[in-house]
């Protein structure tokens, strides 16, 4: 195999991901460029860019996609009302493949032969990443440390940072950090203490928000506005898809809104636990559904539901630019024509509830449904509709008892 020339690390300025970085400068003895995306990770976007130059990294990129994360990954995921395994809003999942294929493109602007990420050979990321290189750019070298080296746990990666002064910042308080991922959608945390799941988590682990116990004795309520699917207002302000979701963050964070504590199984077929808060998600996601209730199809809103695991499944496991997935989303943005309009919602610790609902396309009809008298419904109109569809279970019913009749005359024949 040749020498490499030039490699791209995704680089997020963590503990896995700067061994990494000084562990491919060790091993290949070449060139190291890393690649930062900043999705709204806030401060630690600095530390990285500082780790990086002190590990001797010449070429840093540092990019705000914060926009394009909103408005090309997260609302068209939402759209679908995805949840992986009935719970989780896939924060992780879906931010992998736009860092993938912006590292891509850094590698194709710089000349770089390889890629490289720092996901375990144990967890999903690796088979996000890699499954995007494969889509994306087929020719590049792919390099997965955690899958070639000789270290074997986080302690090992510890030492190895003391030894080569890499800096370590703890989280949670504990000397070994918990593997914690932040962006606009989420923070996830697993890891340490989360490893037993009958343990609760730690006092302070989750810091998106207040503690449910903790958030304003008070209700609030908030109104979130759709076009074809996707908002793009708040209280009546409109707004850029990631100035809102850090505007429903902030909503949903004050009252303890979106914290998920769960056991979910990974694409190689354990079992992990983890810890998510999602307060802007989880309000959109209940705002989303809702619109949806009033101004879709039944029929085609029931097809969706039915489609909805299949999509989160493909998110999940790292499929974002499979034809699979592209097709679904072609179905899934035809069917969010027409759904606008307000959603109002009360949000009290630690839960959201939706308290109301508007549309002018709206498909609910208070002349059909109304238990007063109307002049647009004949109620007589039901009884040939239910025993058309009825009539095969009278003949089901009929063919049961003609063979309960043949048993009976069988037994006193004999």
Same mark, same amino acid.
């Given at each position: 195999?040749?020498?490499?020339?030039?490699?791209?690390?995704?680089?997020?300025?963590?503990?896995?991901?700067?061994?990494?970085?000084?562990?491919?400068?060790?091993?290949?003895?070449?060139?190291?460029?890393?690649?930062?995306?900043?999705?709204?990770?806030?401060?630690?976007?600095?530390?990285?860019?500082?780790?990086?130059?002190?590990?001797?990294?010449?070429?840093?990129?540092?990019?705000?996609?914060?926009?394009?994360?909103? *408005?090309? !990954?997260?609302?068209?995921?939402?759209?679908?009302?995805?949840? +992986? &395994? $009935?719970?989780? =809003?896939?924060?992780? /999942?879906?931010?992998?493949?736009?860092?993938?294929?912006?590292?891509?493109?850094?590698?194709?602007?710089?000349?770089?032969?390889?890629?490289?990420?720092?996901?375990?050979?144990?967890?999903?990321?690796?088979?996000?990443?890699?499954?995007?290189?494969?889509?994306?750019?087929?020719?590049?070298?792919?390099?997965?440390?955690?899958?070639?080296?000789?270290?074997?746990?986080?302690?090992?990666?510890?030492?190895?940072?003391?030894?080569?002064?890499?800096?370590?910042?703890?989280?949670?308080?504990?000397? *070994?950090? !918990?593997?914690?991922?932040?962006?606009?959608?989420?923070?996830? +945390? &697993? $890891?340490?203490? =989360?490893?037993?799941? /009958?343990?609760?988590?730690?006092?302070?682990?989750?810091?998106?928000?207040?503690?449910?116990?903790?958030?304003?004795?008070?209700?609030?309520?908030?109104?979130?506005?759709?076009?074809?699917?996707?908002?793009?207002?708040?209280?009546?302000?409109?707004?850029?898809?990631?100035?809102?979701?850090?505007?429903?963050?902030?909503?949903?964070?004050?009252?303890?809104?979106?914290?998920?504590?769960?056991?979910?199984?990974?694409?190689?077929?354990?079992?992990?636990?983890?810890?998510?808060?999602?307060?802007?998600?989880?309000?959109?996601?209940?705002?989303?559904?809702?619109?949806?209730?009033?101004?879709?199809?039944?029929?085609?809103?029931?097809?969706?539901?039915?489609?909805?695991?299949?999509?989160?499944?493909?998110?999940?496991?790292?499929?974002?630019?499979?034809?699979?997935?592209?097709?679904?989303?072609?179905?899934?943005?035809?069917?969010?024509?027409?759904?606008?309009?307000?959603?109002?919602?009360?949000?009290?610790?630690?839960?959201?509830?939706?308290?109301?609902?508007?549309?002018?396309?709206?498909?609910?009809?208070?002349?059909?449904?109304?238990?007063?008298?109307?002049?647009?419904?004949?109620?007589?109109?039901?009884?040939?509709?239910?025993?058309?569809?009825?009539?095969?279970?009278?003949?089901?019913?009929?063919?049961?008892?003609?063979?309960?009749?043949?048993?009976?005359?069988?037994?006193?024949?004999?």
């Amino acid at each position: 195999m040749n020498p490499l020339r030039k490699i791209v690390l995704a680089y997020s300025g963590g503990l896995d991901t700067s061994v990494v970085l000084r562990w491919l400068q060790q091993r290949h003895g070449c060139e190291i460029v890393t690649f930062t995306a900043d999705l709204g990770q806030g401060e630690e976007l600095e530390r990285a860019r500082q780790k990086a130059a002190r590990l001797g990294v010449r070429e840093i990129f540092i990019e705000d996609l914060q926009e394009e994360f909103a *408005r090309d !990954y997260v609302f068209p995921m939402f759209r679908a009302n995805a949840l +992986y &395994e $009935g719970t989780y =809003l896939l924060g992780s /999942a879906i931010a992998r493949p736009l860092i993938a294929r912006r590292q891509l493109e850094i590698a194709q602007r710089v000349g770089a032969d390889a890629v490289a990420h720092g996901a375990t050979g144990k967890g999903n990321d690796q088979i996000r990443f890699e499954l995007t290189y494969l889509a994306l750019r087929p020719d590049l070298r792919i390099i997965a440390p955690w899958r070639e080296w000789s270290f074997r746990s986080r302690s090992d990666l510890l030492a190895f940072a003391r030894e080569n002064q890499i800096p370590i910042e703890s989280a949670g308080g504990a000397e *070994r950090p !918990y593997s914690i991922d932040v962006n606009l959608l989420h923070t996830s +945390y &697993e $890891g340490e203490a =989360l490893e037993d799941p /009958a343990v609760p988590p730690p006092e302070g682990l989750c810091t998106r928000g207040a503690r449910p116990e903790d958030a304003p004795d008070r209700p609030e309520e908030l109104v979130v506005t759709f076009q074809d699917g996707d908002p793009v207002a708040v209280n009546g302000e409109p707004l850029s898809p990631a100035n809102l979701m850090r505007r429903l963050n902030a909503l949903g964070g004050a009252h303890g809104i979106g914290r998920v504590d769960m056991v979910e199984n990974r694409i190689l077929g354990m079992k992990t636990r983890g810890v998510y808060e999602t307060p802007g998600g989880t309000l959109l996601h209940h705002a989303h559904r809702a619109i949806e209730s009033l101004t879709m199809d039944g029929e085609v809103a029931q097809l969706k539901d039915e489609l909805m695991p299949r999509y989160a499944r493909l998110v999940y496991r790292g499929l974002w630019f499979s034809p699979e997935r592209l097709m679904l989303q072609a179905a899934i943005d035809q069917s969010q024509k027409g759904v606008t309009g307000d959603v109002r919602m009360l949000l009290y610790k630690g839960a959201v509830r939706v308290i109301g609902r508007e549309s002018s396309t709206s498909r609910y009809s208070r002349a059909h449904v109304t238990f007063e008298a109307d002049n647009v419904y004949d109620q007589g109109d039901a009884s040939g509709f239910i025993r058309l569809t009825g009539l095969r279970l009278q003949m089901g019913a009929a063919a049961r008892a003609f063979q309960t009749q043949g048993k009976e005359s069988d037994q006193d024949a004999a």
